[in-house]
Nanobody, 123 residues
Framework: VQLQASGGGLVQAGGSLSMSCVVSVSGGEFSSYSMGWFRQAPGKGRQFVAAGNVSGVEVYADSVKGRFTISRDNTKNTVSLQMNSLKFEDTAVYYC????????????????WGQGTQVTVSS
């Protein structure tokens, strides 16, 4: 399983950004994977942001609930994260991750990771 993330960038506080992650699955179906987004700010550990599965189960960190939305397009093997009303504290490197099975909020439960993409929110 390989993940390729894109998007992110620089935005002013209150603005919006979106990120996408294309998942390449060999010998399996993308629909069988739960997808997660995590972030890591400088000097901090990797933090859960959002996760979802093909059945429509979605879980969000309290800090992003109501502002971020995770979605997936199973025809394109893609998971996206729409980020609205961005705050300075959302600044971090964002990672997409995949796991076979149910939704999880712990980074250690995800064996597959994309490269990080930087999100910078200016105050």
């Amino acid at each position: 399983v390989q993940l390729q993330a894109s998007g992110g960038g620089l935005v002013q506080a209150g603005g919006s950004l979106s990120m996408s992650c294309v998942v390449s699955v060999s010998g399996g179906e993308f629909s069988s994977y739960s997808m997660g987004w995590f972030r890591q700010a400088p000097g901090k550990g990797r933090q859960f942001v959002a996760a979802g599965n093909v059945s429509g189960v979605e879980v969000y960190a309290d800090s992003v609930k109501g502002r971020f939305t995770i979605s997936r397009d199973n025809t394109k093997n893609t998971v996206s994260l729409q980020m609205n009303s961005l705050k300075f504290e959302d600044t971090a490197v964002y990672y997409c991750a995949a796991r076979s099975g149910g939704v999880a909020v712990l980074a250690a439960r995800y064996p597959y990771w994309g490269q990080g993409t930087q999100v910078t929110v200016s105050s």
